[in-house]
């Protein structure tokens, strides 16, 4: 099993920037990718960005060009660096583990609330 934290949400204002960790329990280096989530109560939880084991990334159109993904395998942590914020990407952001084989894992998520 992996267990995932997330850290590093908070309250921000527009333009501005944060950092978010997703720690995992054991080593990352063996976990096939990971991601990160986002969701507003009501709403469906929407895809951020994902990067492999190999390091290749990808965004949605909505943070491209505004946030990176990056990981940490020594650290068995993934960060989430988002930048020129707005108020529409206030969400729970949640870390997701894909292990090369067996179930999916999430974290508990951390809330990023952007004010205008």
Do not use: H
């Amino acid at each position: 099993q992996v267990q995932l934290v997330e850290s590093g949400g908070g309250l921000v204002q527009a333009g501005g920037s944060l950092r978010l960790s997703c720690a995992a329990s054991r080593s990352i280096g063996s976990i096939n990718a990971m991601a990160w989530y986002r969701q507003v109560p009501g709403n469906q939880r929407e895809w951020v960005a994902t990067i492999t084991s190999g390091g290749g990334t990808s965004y949605a159109d909505s943070v491209k060009g505004r946030f990176t993904i990056s990981r940490d395998n020594a650290k068995n942590t993934v960060y989430l660096q988002m930048s020129s914020l707005k108020p529409e990407d206030t969400a729970a952001y949640i870390c997701k583990a894909y292990p090369i084989s067996g179930p999916v894992y999430w974290g508990q998520g951390t809330q990023v609330t952007v004010s205008s």
